[in-house]
């Protein structure tokens, strides 16, 4: 992928308030990002999906957190 295409990525996601960077948060280290309360959302339901998927929905498998 290239540079331009990250970078235009990276900016929608802070408009949209997937991500946030660490930095501007916590005045911490510069490059690591922190989800925002859509990203927090978003990551919930991957999490639970898959959880579904390949957990639930099977019967020679049980789930351990």
């Known amino acids: 992928m290239s540079k331009n ?3 235009n990525i990276i900016s929608l996601c ?3 308030g997937f991500i946030f960077p660490s930095a501007m948060i916590y005045g911490g280290l510069q490059g690591f990002y922190d989800y925002g309360p859509h990203g927090v959302s978003m990551k919930r339901q991957l999490i639970q999906s898959w ?3 390949y957990v639930e929905k099977r019967h020679d498998i049980h789930g351990v957190d």
Request: charged share 80%; net charge positive; glycine share 0%.
């Open 14 to 16: 802070k408009r949209r």
């Open 51 to 53: 959880w579904e998927d």
């Open 5 to 7: 295409k990250f970078d």
